[in-house]
């Protein structure tokens, strides 16, 4: 049995074979059952060969693949209406099964995609299917009669169905009005109107189908023959640009403005090509009032600006735009006008009264134009070459403005008038007269002009004063006040301190300012430090002093005059207003030096804080001081152990300080004309020189307050010789401390002396002083929380107690010269009249209000 298995063949390891002595009678069938198997395997695999034959990917196919199943299959090929109408149908099919099962829920749904479908169908310009009509009618019968169910009805809708019936009811009310002439048209004949619709469109034949092999030979020419890309609109139909189809092409172009994945750059391409060809001055002007929106929307952020060759672009536009008006006035653009056919061309023969009214407005444009500038030299570099190359272009914008002031001087529109002069005068009212020089020769070489020019050899206090004229003859409040504002500026700016100082006071904007916009009070900011800096350049150093003092006594200069962001400890900003904070800062060319600004008010300080550090005993007194960052300097620098060589602004004019309190004049003297600021101001020697006699004088005022107890006498000439001054002027200065009751002191001219008195006090009489100061802040306060109750424009003449108001404020004046008078100490009597004018205009103005 053994050797029998050896001898019989192996089967494969799949099958195990059953040995042929086991088989019984039915093996022969077992064997037809086995060759059955086989033929199934081989048919199992064909299949899947077949499958993995279907499944090769379509990129894989020959070209005897596509032309055997071009041949087999024949395609059917459906336009975009078709399209777009068997969706409508098939939406009309779902709508019409939820009305027989009353799902208002459903068929709000589809109405609202019907509609959506329907208003796609119009923006290709496709009048409306026969078949939407129809399902209004339809819809609004069914409405009706849903509703009398509903009131009939004894069980209810749920809630969200209810809501849906109402809210179809209002939405098929809003769609039938729209299309109540097509409903009365098609509820007149339903057959007429469908030949209508038949006859408007008519089925384009579909092309026959070409063998793969011609059509590809036929590409391959035409693509030989035209291998630019053409420019396509709505519906894939490419733009033809001729004269006939610009304002087609317009309206495709506002249409598709501010929509979402619009491509600006292809938009202001197909304009530039529109304006190329456009014909009469009414198409240039349609299309370079789009051209020039679309420029600037080709930017949607706020924080960034425009590039600069679209500004360029624009900005030349613009004065073409104006020249085309210029020389046409049968055309005027006007921010509102009657509404007119935007697809029809308009001539002044077609007009009632001859004038082609269009929409629009060019004060918006050179508005953008001067915005978009200023936001670019916020965001450029002021320190690189960019930011000069950029503020070149500052002359084509000043002749843009010059030009459109001519052009709304010609049709006297005094709205826009008025914001463009003030846009011209916010260009030159900060700038020195070779500039304005410079920005007026491009006036004078352009075309058109306005009427207010600068002549070659004017001054341009002339033409900022004729610009200010019109301005102040403006109903406009905002643009009276910032003509103000830059009217004082450039008066100040040229040292005419007297002219600006009476114009500030005599408006009454230091009342008001608290109320204005926040440009508008950064101007006035930026105004009282320049009249500050122009006291300071004059020699007036109590009035610089005065002035400065409120604005650097607030450790915020920066913020103040829009130059720069100040972060304060316990403040943090959001996102927002840091971002608001940017946009409102000023570009690099016009700020004010902050170190300069610094300098001149720490130097006013010092001038009139140090005599009167020298000329007061008690602590009170002391106690009360007139500039306050600066006394608080001066106390730091007294509590510093070792003191080094000067090396900032502030360590110059503290050791200044101090010299000048021991007498040393020149040492004071030689440490502030060293500070290197100075080389920054305007005519810095003549400032220099003004110093140097300025310290002189108070530094013989300090010594005669200082050593005025110990001395009995003091000889006129030795002062003289001492602080190196003339005697005249030496007499002069000691006649004005009597006089004004500063000094106790008489004057011997015979002698050539100054001969000191000595006033003691006893303790009784210096607490009667102290009281009757106390009384009068007390009284003074007083006024000031009544005129606070009354307003800014109430006066002592505004109040109830009649003739007691009349000489309210000389009592007041003569009280406080009083308290003064008395409140002098051993050292100098009673310092009376003019003993508080140290403390300056601030002073004077408060005075003069409160005596107005």
């Not at 090769?56 to 041949?71: G, N, P, Q, V, Y």
């Not at 005993?617 to 106390?635: G, V, Y």
């Amino acid at each position: 049995m053994s050797s029998d298995d050896e001898g019989a063949p192996k089967a494969p390891a799949a099958k195990p074979a059953m040995s042929r002595f086991l088989r019984t009678a039915g093996s022969d069938s077992d064997s037809s059952d086995e060759e059955k198997s086989d033929s199934e395997e081989e048919s199992e695999v064909s299949q899947e060969e077949g499958q993995a034959e279907q499944r090769r990917s379509r990129f894989l196919r020959t070209d005897i693949d596509d032309d055997a199943s071009d041949e087999d299959v024949t395609r059917v090929v459906k336009s975009a209406r078709d399209k777009r109408l068997e969706e409508m149908e098939a939406c009309g099919k779902t709508m019409d099964n939820a009305l027989k099962i009353n799902d208002w829920v459903a068929i709000s749904n589809e109405f609202d995609r019907l509609v959506r479908m329907v208003q796609r169908q119009q923006n290709v310009s496709e009048p409306v299917p026969p078949f939407y009509i129809r399902q209004l009618v339809n819809l609004e019968s069914a409405l009706n009669t849903a509703v009398a169910k509903e009131k009939e009805a004894k069980k209810k809708m749920n809630a969200s169905n209810a809501r849906a019936l109402n809210g179809m009811r209002q939405k098929v009310k809003k769609v039938t009005k729209e299309f109540e002439a097509d409903i009365k048209r098609f509820q007149t004949d339903p057959d007429a109107f469908e030949r209508e619709y038949t006859a408007v469109v008519a089925p384009e034949a579909a092309p026959a189908p070409r063998p793969r092999a011609r059509r590809a030979a036929e590409s391959e020419e035409e693509g030989a023959e035209d291998d630019a890309f053409t420019t396509v609109g709505k519906g894939g139909k490419a733009m033809a640009f001729t004269p006939e189809s610009i304002f087609k092409n317009l309206q495709l172009v506002q249409e598709a403005r501010g929509k979402k994945n619009t491509d600006r750059q292809e938009q202001i391409r197909v304009l530039e090509k529109l304006l190329a060809v456009a014909v009469t001055s009414y198409q240039r002007i349609r299309v370079l009032l789009t051209l020039i929106s679309a420029r600037f929307d080709y930017n949607s952020s706020v924080a960034t600006h425009v590039p600069i060759d679209l500004w360029v672009n624009a900005q030349s536009e613009v004065d073409q735009l104006i020249g085309i008006i210029m020389r046409e006035p049968q055309y005027v653009i006007q921010e509102i006008t009657e509404d007119y056919d935007e697809l029809a061309e308009r001539t002044p023969e077609t007009e009632k009264d001859g004038i082609v009214r269009i929409r629009g407005s060019v004060i918006s444009f050179v508005d953008r134009l001067d915005d978009e500038f200023t936001k670019s030299l916020q965001n450029i570099d002021p320190h690189g070459t960019e930011y000069v190359d950029r503020l070149k272009d500052e002359k084509g914008l000043y002749c843009t403005i010059c030009r459109s002031q001519a052009l709304y001087e010609k049709t006297n529109s005094d709205d826009p008038l008025g914001r463009v002069i003030m846009r011209r005068l916010e260009h030159i009212y900060s700038k020195p007269d070779a500039v304005v020089h410079a920005l007026e020769s491009t006036v004078a070489a352009s075309d058109i002009k306005p009427s207010i020019v600068l002549d070659v050899e004017g001054q341009t206090s002339s033409l900022i004063h004729s610009l200010s004229i019109h301005l102040y003859k403006s109903s406009n409040s905002f643009l009276r006040t910032r003509a103000m504002l830059c009217h004082i500026y450039h008066y100040a700016l040229h040292n005419d301190f007297h002219t600006a100082r009476d114009m500030l006071l005599m408006s009454h904007l230091q009342e008001s300012i608290y109320s204005a916009d926040v440009a508008t009070q950064i101007l006035y900011n930026r105004t009282v430090v320049q009249l500050g800096l122009s006291a300071f350049r004059c020699g007036l150093i109590k009035e610089a002093q005065a002035t400065l003092q409120d604005i650097c006594a607030t450790q915020r200069v920066k913020e103040l005059l829009a130059q720069g962001v100040h972060q304060q400890r316990f403040q943090v900003l959001s996102p927002e207003q840091e971002k608001a904070e940017r946009q409102r800062q000023l570009p690099f060319h016009m700020h004010i030096n902050t170190e300069l600004l610094e300098a001149a008010f720490l130097v006013s300080s010092m001038l009139v804080e140090i005599p009167l550090l020298a000329s007061i005993d008690s602590e009170d007194q002391k106690r009360k001081a007139i500039s306050k960052p600066f006394r608080r300097l001066l106390d730091f620098a007294d509590r510093q152990i070792f003191t080094g060589p000067p090396e900032s602004t502030r360590d110059h004019i503290m050791q200044a300080s101090k010299a000048l309190q021991n007498g040393e004049w020149e040492k004071c003297r030689d440490l502030i004309q060293s500070i290197k600021i100075w080389s920054l101001m305007p005519e810095c020697n003549s400032v220099k020189e003004m110093l140097a006699k300025r310290i002189q004088e108070d530094g013989l005022r300090t010594y005669l307050f200082t050593y005025a107890p110990h001395y009995t006498t003091l000889s006129l000439s030795l002062l003289s010789r001492t602080f190196s001054l003339p005697l005249r002027t030496v007499t002069s200065i000691v006649s004005k401390m009597i006089w004004s009751e500063e000094l106790s002191a008489s004057l011997d001219q015979a002698a050539g002396v100054v001969v000191f008195h000595r006033i003691e006090l006893s303790r009784t009489q210096q607490l009667a002083l102290s009281l009757a100061d106390k009384v009068n802040n007390m009284v003074e306060q007083n006024e000031k929380t009544l005129d606070n109750k009354l307003g800014p424009a109430a006066t002592w003449n505004d109040r109830g107690d009649g003739a007691k108001g009349a000489k309210g404020g000389e009592q007041a004046a003569e009280r406080r010269r009083g308290g003064e008078r008395r409140g002098g100490g051993a050292r100098g009597g009673g310092r009376g009249r003019g003993a508080r004018f140290a403390q300056g205009l601030g002073n004077q103005m408060t005075g003069a209000q409160r005596n107005r």
